[in-house]
């Protein structure tokens, strides 16, 4: 079974994925007790990031393309 993934849907996953891993490293360089690098501000950076840039590139991202409204003036014959 073969899933499509939009291009757009991929480069945020990416992207996300990136910030992620940079949130991560910098807290990772940290000295001390809490140097091992933070596990939870990466992943929620990581989707936030990921969720902003949908937001903004694509307005309708998720949502079906066909109206849920029909068109006034159309008639059903």
């Given amino acids: 079974m073969t899933i ?3 291009p757009l ?5 990416v ?9 991560f490293k910098y807290t990772a360089r940290t ?10 501000a990466s992943i929620l950076t990581g989707a936030a990031v990921a969720t902003l840039l949908a937001l903004l ?9 066909a109206p849920s ?4 003036g159309a008639s059903a014959r």
């Avoid at 992207?15 to 949130?23: D, K, L, M, S, T």
């Avoid at 140097?35 to 939870?40: N, Q, S, T, Y």
């Avoid at 409204?69 to 006034?72: E, K």
């Fill in 69 to 72: 409204m029909p068109t006034p």
């Fill in 4 to 6: 499509q993934i939009a």
């Fill in 9 to 13: 849907a991929a480069l945020l996953i």
């Fill in 15 to 23: 992207v996300g994925y990136a910030v992620g891993i940079g949130v």
């Fill in 31 to 40: 000295h001390g007790a809490a140097g091992r690098g933070d596990m939870v």
């Fill in 57 to 65: 590139l694509a307005p309708g991202f998720g949502q079906s393309s």
